[in-house]
């Protein structure tokens, strides 16, 4: 009997899965976001130090999370390609480098913006926010790597080899405000130093935020297993032409 993972690794199985969960999870995410927004924007109070600028918060802290959380994904994936060979895995990864670029760069422009008032100025040469542009740089870096390549088999290969060794970013950028003295805080960790008004409309975003991630994702993987369906039946048609002509 084939297990779960075996039968999604069937790329027919999985189109007919994602076409059925994507409107739901799309859907799902809306919502979310929208009522997240609600909350941060109409309910949750200003904050009694950093005053409005703490709503940007609610952009800031779900994109930042989705930012390492899709780097996550993208390795595992690379794992799966490399050590299982899994059919969908580079489908996996390479839709979800562009999508955690995006989160990136928007964790790092809220996170401008909110230094601002706090810190005086957009952007310090921190501990966080440096390994984070680092990240950033390493998606662009994967992205480039595997569009400067022809041969899509060893571009898969060797962006999942660079994805494998990028991933030792991520416990610095998870501990950097523990390991060296930055401005940037610490990690609340959802907990009780988060006062219930605000907690509530973070954590919605979050929720939201990551429906939203894998909404993006199912999507990109599903015009990445059509594009390499097109590919392979134009190939198949160019050989057959060729046999015929040579005939």
């Known amino acids: ?36 927004l609600y909350l941060a924007f109409f309910v949750s109070p200003a904050d009694y130090q950093q005053g409005e600028t703490v709503r940007i918060m609610y952009i800031h802290v779900p994109s930042a999370w989705l930012a390492m959380m899709a780097y996550a994904l993208v390795a595992l994936s690379s794992f799966g390609l490399l050590v299982f060979r899994h059919p969908l895995a580079d489908v996996s990864a390479k839709a979800a480098v562009p999508i ?9 422009f809220t996170g401008s913006l909110w230094g601002k008032p706090m810190w005086g100025t957009y952007w310090v040469w921190d501990a966080r926010l440096t390994s984070v542009l680092v990240l950033f740089f390493l998606y662009l870096g994967l992205m480039a790597l595997r569009s400067s390549l022809e041969d899509e088999n060893l ?30 805080q610490p990690s609340t960790g959802m907990t009780s130093t988060v006062d219930p008004s605000m907690r509530w409309p973070l954590l ?33 048609d160019v050989a057959r032409r060729d046999a015929v002509a040579a005939e």
């Open 155 to 184: 571009a898969a290969k060797l962006t999942a080899v660079l994805a494998l060794v990028g991933v030792t970013l991520l416990p610095i950028i998870k501990f950097s405000v523990d390991w060296w003295n930055t401005l940037h």
């Open 100 to 108: 955690g670029a995006a989160f990136t760069f928007l964790a790092l």
């Open 1 to 36: 009997m084939q297990t779960l993972t075996q039968r999604l690794a069937n790329p027919t199985r999985f189109m007919q899965l994602s076409g059925t969960l994507l409107p739901i999870v799309a859907g799902a995410a809306s919502v979310a976001i929208l009522y997240g």
């Open 204 to 236: 919605v975003m979050a929720i939201g935020f990551s429906l939203l991630f894998f909404a993006l994702h199912m999507k990109a993987m599903r015009n990445e297993v059509l594009r390499r369906r097109v590919k392979a039946l134009r190939l198949a």
